[in-house]
């Protein structure tokens, strides 16, 4: 699908395109049309001639390089960063790059994926190699034009020289490249040597973005497209028994209305699995209509009898029932050093505690949204996805296609954090598409959207640690989670290997609300219940907390322990870093600082949050942040991501609660759930780690450890533990039992 261009030209440049467009017509011309308020863009780039070079790169005879971003962009900034990677070794001049989203091709990309922090991790070698193997076959081409070696030649910013003086651009030399053999063996270039990587560059779609113009799936249009919207089970449990469409179908606008769900549950039958796809298997109705308004209003005159087909829980049942599991004996065990009851029964004192987290939704900005039409040849699906692959393998298993003859085409997502791993709403528009024969865009409002989604699932972790002469001696974490659990290498994450008898446990409980990854899985609310704790530890060891970290993280350096996944030393790194950049423990009278630190996404992240005290409620002011991700690609986007990640888990922390009562959810929109707010967003200073390290990740890395910076410095302000999120609401209740 085409996709927008960054700012391309300089002027210099962009002359050079116009002639070669059109002939030099616009040549002097343009500084006059630029100045208009109604000027038209004069050079339409889809006109000028490009050369295939390779599935990432394009070069024009004039030098003009296109790269493609393979992976979807969610807002992490890849479509900036990955080629900008490319450009690096390629060695062009970025204002000369445009940048096109590339089409699902996993057999040229490899991972077309956006999840889990690791677009840029996972590509940064290959990348390199791309740009760095088509310099290398520029080069060499260059050199079979002047019958030298290739070693007698450079390139930089575009441009091939001899020892001669010799000159020629990628341009003069680029078809003759693209018929050479490709060089199995090339040089990256050194860090210290990168003149694009490093330096901060502007969001290559934030003009359009900025004046509105189609990026995102809710933009897509195409002829004769009509639009549908789902009527799925109000409560989770619910399955549809009988509907009225009758006053739906005399709507003005209203084109059909029709059932969905036969074909997901012989999918089902059929035995495929698709981890992305998470569905009730009831009958939905669907209206179709001529404008997304119309459909809206069809669902609403739709007249549905929903029927159990499983207990419809409310809150206070999986609280009881999480809590149950704690209490009991079912756990898997998840890592297991030492001898934990040695260290229990042995111990002068021990400390336990209890943490609570409810099921969150997604919130994106953008709802759920897809478009599709399938044909007899062809099934063509264009929207915001986080697995593009594994929507068309899905797809092609439940239409009973050829994976050849579905195709996936990715726009600019508003908003995923998980949300779109889940293919649910591609399973059903494809299905709408398929019934219809139409071009169907299936568009959810934001009520359905929230009430009807993926969550995080509600979780609960029981912490105890064993003490003994002043040590920490044993650590035992145990969880109760909804529909999920912590999977293997978390238990690998910091305080394993720092504490010689450890043991996490894990228990799960099965319920119909569907739940998945949502940022920062898995470790978004147990970085939160750990550090928590360690602040408890502090206080009860009478040690400073930083330095009760500092001590740990010395059991660890030099451990010959494989299976530990942080870095000892770059932990340790970013905790003096904090501590310098907030001057922790030096704050003004009235000022409470609280400190977290955790690892994840193979990143490393300290943070202290200080919070003043303000009609006798905690007041976030400022956050700062440290964070070792390796080299930074992009540091204006990673700034953008790592204060993102910060104000997003800040929100979620203080505010952010979904509730059930009889399977319905009990927020269905943002006047009833609440996020942060422009004016309660703190100053949040960002401090990277000078590394020459590959890249890892940043996406989801800021947001865990900030519940417990908030919730420590809430404690350092009025004594007051909370043990259960969202902190503001439990905070508030405490308020109302002291009074």
């Known amino acids: 699908m085409k996709s927008s261009n960054k700012k391309v030209f300089s002027r210099r440049a962009f002359l050079k395109s116009s002639a070669l467009a059109s002939g030099g017509m616009l040549i ?72 096109e989203q590339a089409p699902l091709d996993t057999k040229n990309y490899t991972r077309q994926v956006a999840g889990g922090s690791q677009s840029i991790r996972s590509s940064w070698e290959p990348l390199r190699q791309t740009g760095a193997t088509a310099k290398q076959m520029l080069i060499n081409a260059a050199a079979k034009e002047w019958q030298i070696s290739p070693e007698e030649c450079t390139a930089r910013l575009g441009v091939i020289s001899n020892r001669t003086g010799d000159t020629l651009g990628y341009g003069d030399v680029v ?84 059932t969905i769900g036969e074909k997901y549950r012989a999918y089902k039958a059929a035995g495929h699995k698709s981890w992305a796809a998470q569905l009730s298997s009831s009958d939905k109705v669907v209206v179709i209509a001529n404008t997304t308004w119309d459909a809206f209003r069809g669902l609403k005159a739709i007249k549905a009898n929903w029927v159990a087909e499983s207990p419809l829980e409310s809150t206070e049942d999986y609280d009881a029932k999480l809590l149950a599991l704690l209490g009991g004996n079912k756990f898997n065990t998840r890592r ?11 111990a002068d004192k021990v400390v336990e505690r209890t943490y609570e987290a409810p099921y969150l ?55 995923g954090f998980g949300r779109r791993l889940y293919t649910d709403f591609v399973f059903e528009v494809a299905e709408i598409a398929d019934t219809v024969r139409k071009p169907i865009k299936m568009v959810s409002a934001r009520e359905n959207d929230m009430t009807t989604g993926v ?123 904090v501590a310098e950049k907030a001057k922790w423990g030096q704050t003004k ?93 703190p100053k949040v200073d960002v401090y990277f780690v000078e590394s020459d390290l590959a890249p890892t990740g940043l996406g989801e890395p800021t947001l865990p450890p900030i519940g417990a910076a908030v919730s420590n410095a809430i404690y350092a302000a009025t004594g007051k533990r909370i043990y259960k999120f969202p902190l503001m609401k439990h905070f508030n209740e405490q308020e109302k039992v002291l009074s």
């Not at 469409?245 to 209203?254: D, F, M, Q, T």
């Not at 002011?621 to 910060?646: M, S």
């Open 336 to 346: 297991s050093d030492g001898d934990i009851k040695k260290a229990f029964a042995e």
């Open 175 to 258: 078809k003759l490249a693209a018929t050479l053999e490709i060089p199995e063996n090339v040089s990256l270039k050194d860090p210290k040597d990168f003149n694009i990587i490093g330096k901060g560059k502007g969001n290559v779609d934030v003009d359009k973005i900025v004046v509105g113009e189609p990026l995102y799936g809710m933009d897509y249009s195409e002829d004769g497209m009509l639009y549908a919207s789902v009527l799925r089970p109000p409560a989770f449990g619910q399955k549809l028994e009988s509907y009225d469409a009758s006053e739906a179908k005399r709507l003005p606008g209203v084109v059909d209305v029709i």
């Open 589 to 681: 009278p009235g000022v409470y600082q609280g400190f977290s630190v955790y690892y994840s996404h193979n990143t490393h992240v300290a943070e202290i949050a200080e919070i003043v005290l303000e009609h006798g409620n905690p007041i976030v002011k400022k956050v700062t942040c440290a964070v070792d991700c390796g080299i930074v690609v992009n540091p204006t986007g990673a700034l953008q991501q790592a204060k993102g990640g910060v104000i997003d888990g800040l929100g979620h922390a203080m505010y952010a609660d979904l509730s059930f009562k009889d399977g319905v959810p009990q927020s269905n929109n943002f006047n009833n759930y609440q996020l942060i707010r422009m004016a309660e967003t």
């Open 28 to 99: 002097g011309f343009n500084l006059f049309q630029a100045c208009k308020t109604d000027a038209e863009v004069p050079v339409d780039i889809s006109k000028i001639h490009f050369n295939d070079f390779n599935a990432f790169i394009k070069i024009s005879d004039e030098g003009i390089v296109t790269i493609f971003s393979p992976n979807p962009e969610i807002g992490q900034g890849v479509k900036t960063s990955m080629p900008m990677i490319i450009a690096e070794e390629l060695d062009v001049d970025w204002e000369n790059v445009y940048v």
């Open 361 to 415: 939704p997604h919130n994106c900005l953008e709802p759920m949204n897809f478009f599709a039409h399938v044909t007899d040849e062809k099934v063509r699906l264009i929207g915001p996805t986080q697995t593009p692959e594994e929507a068309a393998k899905s797809i092609a298993q439940l239409l009973e296609r050829d994976l050849e003859t579905v195709e996936v085409n990715m726009t600019r997502i508003g908003g």
């Open 455 to 577: 969550y995080r699932p509600a979780v609960k972790y029981r912490i105890a640690a064993a003490i003994k002469n002043g040590k920490i001696t044993g650590y035992h974490l145990k969880e109760a989670c909804a529909n999920g659990s912590m999977y293997g290498i978390i238990a690998d994450f910091f305080p394993a290997g720092a504490i010689e008898n450890y043991q996490v446990d894990s228990a799960t409980y099965k319920n119909s609300i569907t739940t998945g990854a949502w940022r920062a899985p898995y470790t978004n609310f147990l970085a939160s219940a750990e550090q928590s704790f360690f602040d408890e530890l502090a206080q009860e060891l009478n040690i400073d907390r930083i330095q009760l970290h500092l001590n740990l993280i010395q059991n660890v350096k030099g451990t010959p322990d494989e299976r530990i996944q942080y870095s000892p030393e770059r932990l340790e790194g970013v905790i003096k870093l």
